[in-house]
């Protein structure tokens, strides 16, 4: 086998060479007086560069040369056949280039691997399925090596991440696979169909066609069931919502001789209309399920998403529980969720009546108004709350001289406060009807307060440190005497260090500046908010200890 054959014996030994030799390589001197050179030269001379010259711009020059052996020479060579003949592709517009490397193969591809910087372009080509997970980590170990420019770790960091969606697909098709190859109908179709709603096209690709085996009886089954997604320990309405609106939409699906779209067949290819019944048939007992639980966020939200529908029975479903008119008066009403209400609106924002979309415009700007007005409060509040820690500070360091531990009621009145100010951005939402939980987090609205909470805290930096310092100093006076200062420093210094270290890890900050120096106010006031809250508590349960020893002692 010669050294061409080998290289082209595997995909993945054609990438590999194509890349330790030519990724963004370019010839090291001054290519226009180098070609004058070349040009001078005999055509033996020129022919043996053109078979041997490991330089693109060479070949480049070489393949259009006024001698017919040159360029068959410079044709037959490695970059020519691998890349250079496919340069011409860099020259289409990007549109066209995204729809051209969605469909083409590896060999095609590898030019725009080469050259192509456009991160869009590239993001479709790492994607071709044609690319597989082992060359893309080979490419991703040659760019770390490489390690030169911007723009290859803007690469570097989409190989990355196109290597893990890849590495999480081959999962979910391996999943796949192995459970329809299960005996259970009832539990294989809910472990197949909780990937339905994937973003990634082959995966739902994979469903359709595993689906293909199971009787209509079968899927029946499985879908009338009163929870069919409690084998993979899923009961929201709302997921089982999504499911039934795309497999109608996949059952719908139509096949053209131009344009070829994902169907959904099962076994012995049923009418359409049959299956699109029996959906329609268990959207409406979800509904009905729904209706009596609307205190339920989850159910609250289905029966929302049902007002999109054109289906006028599900429509009639909908309206029996629940009328546009009531669900707007029940959305605008200041004792419910501002979360769920403005869930309920993006939903809605996509119905296809004018008259409620005008409707919905009306109740964004009252809802709008009512969150600026509960802005203002909170920061009312801010502002109250640090006059009282101000005073108790003063208090404080008026003590200090002779603090003692009868001192404790200032002590904890202090973190009383300290701790009202941390959950400001929450009790926003809680005093308005909502419990504050983790998925509030990700909301916009919470979003939106807690940025505002944020700067307003900021300008209370000062504050916030001079508390810092007079904790610190508390404690060195009120410290056992068999405990040495130089302990004390050394154990409340990596406290500290713990405490910043928890900090950055939390709110995703990666500047190697310490806390006490960064010049960012906001999120400082709040590290040193969250740290006079960690002191305080530790100071409240050091003294009341004492306090307690000193009664047992009497």
């Known amino acids: 086998m010669t050294s061409f054959e080998f290289i082209?014996?595997?995909?993945?030994?054609t990438f590999e060479f194509v890349l330790e030799h030519y990724f963004r390589v370019s010839f090291p001197a001054s290519l226009e007086k180098y070609c004058q050179i070349i040009n001078q030269q005999s055509a033996a001379v020129r022919e043996h560069l053109a078979r041997v010259s490991p330089y693109p711009d060479i070949i480049e020059l070489l393949v259009n040369d006024r001698d017919p052996w040159v360029r068959n020479a410079a044709r037959n060579n490695?970059?020519?056949?691998?890349?250079?003949?496919?340069?011409?592709?860099?020259?289409?517009?990007?549109?066209?280039?995204?729809?051209?490397?969605?469909?083409?193969?590896?060999?095609?591809?590898?030019?725009?691997?080469?050259?192509?910087?456009?991160?869009?372009?590239?993001?479709?080509?790492?994607?071709?399925?044609?690319?597989?997970?082992?060359?893309?980590?080979?490419?991703?170990?040659?760019?770390?090596?490489?390690?030169?420019?911007?723009?290859?770790?803007?690469?570097?960091?989409?190989?990355?991440?196109?290597?893990?969606?890849?590495?999480?697909?081959?999962?979910?098709?391996?999943?796949?696979?192995?459970?329809?190859?299960?005996?259970?109908?009832?539990?294989?179709?809910?472990?197949?169909?909780?990937?339905?709603?994937?973003?990634?096209?082959?995966?739902v690709e994979c469903i359709v066609n595993a689906m293909e085996k199971y009787s209509i009886s079968e899927f029946e089954q499985w879908l009338f069931q009163p929870e069919p997604f409690e084998a993979v320990n899923n009961t929201s309405a709302f997921f089982l919502w999504q499911i039934l609106i795309k497999l109608r939409e996949l059952i719908s699906a139509v096949r053209t001789p131009n344009k070829q779209k994902l169907k959904l067949l099962l076994q012995g290819h049923p009418e359409t209309s049959e299956l699109i019944l029996l959906i329609k048939r268990r959207m409406i007992l979800l509904l009905e399920k729904c209706a009596n639980n609307l205190d339920d966020e989850d159910c609250f939200v289905t029966l929302v998403n049902a007002y999109l529908e054109r289906d006028p029975e599900i429509l009639e479903c909908v309206t029996q529980v629940l009328t546009l008119e009531e669900l707007f008066s029940l959305i605008t009403d200041e004792s419910f969720s501002s979360t769920l209400a403005t869930r309920a609106l993006q939903i809605l924002k996509h119905h296809p009546s004018s008259k409620v979309k005008q409707q919905l415009a009306e109740i964004f700007v009252l809802l709008h108004e009512r969150a600026?007005?509960?802005?203002?409060?909170?920061?009312?509040?801010?502002?109250?709350?640090?006059?009282?820690?101000?005073?108790?500070?003063?208090?404080?360091?008026?003590?200090?001289?002779?603090?003692?531990?009868?001192?404790?009621?200032?002590?904890?009145?202090?973190?009383?406060?300290?701790?009202?100010?941390?959950?400001?951005?929450?009790?926003?939402?809680?005093?308005?009807?909502?419990?504050?939980?983790?998925?509030?987090?990700?909301?916009?609205?919470?979003?939106?307060?807690?940025?505002?909470?944020?700067?307003?805290?900021?300008?209370?930096?000062?504050?916030?440190?001079?508390?810092?310092?007079?904790?610190?100093?508390?404690?060195?006076?009120?410290?056992?005497?068999?405990?040495?200062?130089?302990?004390?420093?050394?154990?409340?210094?990596?406290?500290?260090?713990?405490?910043?270290?928890?900090?950055?890890?939390?709110?995703?900050?990666?500047?190697?500046?310490?806390?006490?120096?960064?010049?960012?106010?906001?999120?400082?006031?709040?590290?040193?908010?969250?740290?006079?809250?960690?002191?305080?508590?530790?100071?409240?349960d050091f003294l009341e200890e004492e306090i307690l020893i000193k009664e047992c002692q009497v």
């Open 78 to 203: 490695p970059y020519w056949q691998f890349v250079g003949q496919y340069k011409a592709l860099l020259k289409m517009t990007a549109e066209d280039k995204l729809q051209f490397v969605e469909r083409e193969d590896f060999r095609s591809l590898l030019v725009f691997i080469i050259y192509e910087t456009d991160i869009r372009i590239l993001k479709g080509v790492f994607e071709n399925p044609t690319i597989s997970l082992q060359m893309l980590t080979m490419l991703k170990n040659y760019l770390i090596q490489r390690g030169v420019g911007d723009k290859d770790g803007e690469i570097l960091q989409l190989v990355e991440n196109i290597i893990s969606v890849k590495k999480q697909r081959l999962v979910k098709v391996a999943t796949i696979h192995s459970e329809s190859n299960q005996h259970n109908p009832e539990t294989s179709i809910a472990f197949i169909l909780q990937y339905l709603l994937d973003e990634d096209p082959i995966v």
């Open 372 to 540: 600026r007005k509960r802005l203002k409060e909170m920061e009312m509040s801010i502002n109250a709350i640090f006059d009282i820690i101000t005073s108790y500070v003063e208090e404080i360091g008026e003590a200090f001289p002779s603090l003692n531990i009868d001192h404790l009621q200032s002590f904890q009145f202090l973190y009383e406060n300290i701790r009202q100010l941390i959950e400001l951005p929450y009790s926003l939402f809680t005093h308005h009807g909502e419990v504050s939980s983790p998925s509030e987090e990700a909301d916009e609205n919470f979003q939106k307060a807690k940025i505002f909470w944020k700067a307003t805290i900021g300008q209370y930096l000062g504050r916030l440190k001079e508390l810092d310092e007079l904790l610190q100093s508390v404690w060195l006076l009120i410290l056992p005497k068999n405990f040495s200062h130089l302990e004390f420093l050394s154990e409340i210094n990596a406290t500290l260090r713990d405490l910043e270290l928890a900090y950055k890890q939390r709110v995703g900050c990666h500047l190697r500046i310490s806390c006490q120096g960064c010049l960012k106010r906001t999120c400082a006031a709040e590290r040193f908010l969250l740290q006079n809250e960690f002191f305080l508590a530790e100071l409240n």
């Open 8 to 13: 082209e014996s595997t995909p993945l030994r």
